[in-house]
T-cell receptor, first 116, second 111 residues
Framework: DAGVIQSPRHEVTEMGQEVTLRCKPI?????LFWYRQTMMRGLELLIY????????DSGMPEDRFSAKMPNASFSTLKIQPSEPRDSAVYFC????FGTGSYNEQFFGPGTRLTVL | DQQVKQNSPSLSVQEGRISILNCDYT??????FLWYKKYPAEGPTFLIS?????DKNEDGRFTVFLNKSAKHLSLHIVPSQPGDSAVYFC??????????FGAGTTVTVRA
């Protein structure tokens, strides 16, 4: 299996621009998570989906952030408009309930976002 | 509000010696605990876990200890190897299937 795939790996944009991060989970996994990693706050959960349905978006920082999962093999995290404080590494993770170690999540390589 | 805390941001250990990483949590509803390892430019990868009904879980060179009364867990790596140099995250979960992560501890294994 290719693992969780994220694109782009690096994104540099200017303040005010729209940014879209993409994620392809591991085939067959029914949970998908979006995380953000910063020096100040560490690794924090933004939102997660179960069977393509958003379950908990309480970690989404502001209305500028939105996430969708139109099908089981694709999810996007969008920031519009972007601000310099959004600069961070964004990780996508997926898991399959009931198999392997409970709650083991498989992470993608991350997208490093820089907003100038 | 950090519910999972790793108070040591870094740890340096000589190759062959034991590495001990510590983690504290505040939420008494957490019932499952995991350790993840992260190399630069990669995502975190699962290392080892423990359920709240146990106090120890061992997997090769890695052992996790859980002290529920103290809300404390630790990860022991014996013996430490150069390939163990990475950032280690402690994570905890309750019944909502979400993971709360600590800030991470950077381990450097010296030759």
């Amino acid at each position: 299996d290719a693992g969780v795939i994220q694109s782009p790996r690096h994104e540099v944009t200017e303040m005010g621009q729209e940014v879209t991060l993409r994620c392809k989970p591991i085939s067959g996994h029914d949970y998908l998570f979006w995380y953000r990693q910063t020096m100040m706050r560490g690794l924090e959960l933004l939102i997660y989906f179960n069977n393509n349905v958003p379950i908990d978006d309480s970690g989404m920082p502001e209305d500028r952030f939105s996430a969708k999962m139109p099908n089981a093999s694709f999810s996007t995290l969008k920031i519009q408009p972007s601000e310099p404080r959004d600069s961070a590494v964004y990780f996508c993770a997926s898991s399959l309930f009931g198999t392997g170690s409970y709650n083991e999540q498989f992470f993608g390589p991350g997208t490093r976002l820089t907003v100038l | 509000d950090q519910q999972v805390k790793q108070n040591s941001p870094s740890l340096s250990v000589q190759e062959g010696r034991i590495s001990i990483l510590n983690c504290d949590y505040t939420n008494s509803m957490f019932d499952y605990f995991l350790w993840y390892k992260k190399y630069p430019a990669e995502g975190p990868t699962f290392l080892i876990s423990i359920s709240s009904i146990k106090d120890k879980n061992e997997d090769g060179r890695f052992t996790v200890f859980l002290n529920k009364s103290a809300k404390h867990l630790s990860l022991h790596i014996v013996p430490s190897q150069p390939g163990d140099s990475a950032v280690y995250f402690c994570a905890a979960s309750g019944n909502d299937y979400k993971l709360s992560f600590g800030a991470g501890t950077t381990v450097t294994v010296r030759a």
